[in-house]
Each structure stands twice: as structure tokens, then as C-alpha cells.
């Protein structure tokens, strides 16, 4: 896509309360979607997906949504970590298709 | 541990100079990709392989070549046709034929041409 610039959008939150990380998809044929985590000099880390036959899914301390019909899907951390200081991006993939379109991310910044 | 490994970290190249990235994996899937990072840009695919001695373009292939002579690697060569060859160059891999799982990302190379 087309680029958005050279800054990210930026969620700050406190150390302890929760996330909410949003992530607008293009494509309403994506079927499957997926959540990374990227910090600082290393590639992206995998954190959870989700299918379009659900709408919702838990993993360890996070919870990601997904809205069909507006083509939304957040990601939430709850009890948010310094740790859990980096950019998060989105990743859509369409039926049998190989390619992922990805987000271009939101840096979270965990304040103590 | 399986994981995908990148080489070398950071490289250094003069313009109009080929270089090679160097991308292994030992997680025995089918599927390899390279994607490029440039700042405040989603990840953009630059070609994939689903299969030894098989290869497709992605979206920016201009500039680039690859190769899959085994299932375990897939380097990356940015040629001295790339326009704009500095960024941060992830490859990835997965498990193919599996109806959409994720991509394993390595830790990338980060190219800085002069």
C-alpha cells in the first residue's frame, strides 16, 4: 500500500491498565487475520490470529476482536508490561491465498 | 530450537553493487518469503517460494532475484537495478498448503547502500 507516512500512530498507556490496539482491514474476502508483535531491531513476533468464522479469541493476556461487517480488528492486552513496549501490526490473508497484506502499525508505549 | 535465521545483521554496500542476503530455516516449511521494511510502511512482499526450484514475484520484485535450490534456504540477492535498496529486509516461512497459519519471521538485514 501506499505509505502513511513516516511516523506511526502512537497508544501510550500506564503501566498495569489495558491496550487496545485497532487495526482497520482492506479486503472484506480476508479470512484469516493475525497479530504481530515487533520490537526494536528484530522481525515480528507472532501473538494471535483469528479466522473469519469467529469473532473473537483469548490467548495468554490478550484478546483479539474481529468485526466483519465494519472490517475492524483490535488487539487487547490486559495488565499492560514494559515489556509489551513495541509497534503491533495486523496481517489479513484472503482464502488459499499466500500473501499477507500488512498494517503499517502502532507503537505502544508502556509508561511506569 | 527451529527458528529462521538471518545473516548478517547489518550490511554495508556501496551503489551499484549486487549483495546477497542470506535467509535459513530449520522449521521444515514448505513456504519462504522475503518482505521489506521501509519506516512507517506495512511489511511489502518481495517474492516468495512455495516449493524447491519454485519461485513467484510478489509486489515489488524489481531489482531483486532469487533462488531455492533447498527447502531450508532462500537468499536474496538486491541488485544494483534497485532503485531504492536501503531497508530493513525480513524473510519469513510457513507451513504451506495449510488453509492460512502464520509466517515465522527471522530477525532480519538491515541494508544501507551509499
Known amino acids: 500500500g501506499e505509505s502513511v507516512g513516516l511516523h506511526l500512530p502512537t497508544l501510550s498507556v500506564q503501566e498495569g491498565d489495558n491496550s487496545i490496539i485497532n487495526c482497520a482491514y482492506s479486503?472484506?474476502?480476508?479470512?484469516?487475520f493475525i497479530w504481530y508483535k515487533q520490537e526494536s531491531g528484530k522481525g515480528p513476533q507472532f501473538i494471535i490470529d483469528?479466522?473469519?468464522?469467529?469473532d473473537k479469541r483469548q490467548g495468554q493476556r490478550v484478546t483479539v476482536l474481529l468485526n466483519k461487517t465494519v472490517k475492524h480488528l483490535s488487539l487487547q492486552i490486559a495488565a499492560t508490561q514494559p515489556g509489551d513496549s513495541a509497534v503491533y501490526f495486523c496481517a489479513e490473508n484472503i482464502k488459499h491465498g499466500q500473501n499477507f497484506v500488512f498494517g503499517p502499525g502502532t507503537r505502544l508505549s508502556v509508561l511506569p | 530450537d527451529g527458528g529462521i535465521t538471518q545473516s548478517p545483521k547489518y550490511l554495508f554496500r556501496k551503489e551499484g553493487q549486487n549483495v546477497t542476503l542470506s535467509c535459513e530455516q530449520n522449521l521444515n516449511h514448505d513456504a519462504m518469503y522475503w518482505y521489506r521494511q521501509d519506516p512507517g510502511q506495512g511489511l511489502r512482499l518481495i517474492y516468495y517460494s512455495q516449493i524447491v526450484n519454485d519461485f513467484q514475484k510478489g509486489d515489488i520484485a524489481e531489482g531483486y532475484s532469487v533462488s531455492r535450490e533447498k527447502k531450508e534456504s532462500f537468499p536474496l540477492t538486491v541488485t544494483s537495478a534497485q532503485k531504492n535498496p536501503t531497508a530493513f529486509y525480513l524473510c519469513?516461512?510457513?507451513?504451506?498448503?495449510?488453509?492460512?497459519?502464520?509466517?515465522?519471521f527471522g530477525n532480519g538485514t538491515r541494508l544501507t547502500v551509499t
Open positions: 519469513a516461512s510457513s507451513i504451506f498448503g495449510d488453509l492460512g497459519s502464520p509466517l515465522h
Open positions: 483469528i479466522r473469519s468464522n469467529m
Open positions: 479486503n472484506s474476502a480476508s479470512d484469516y
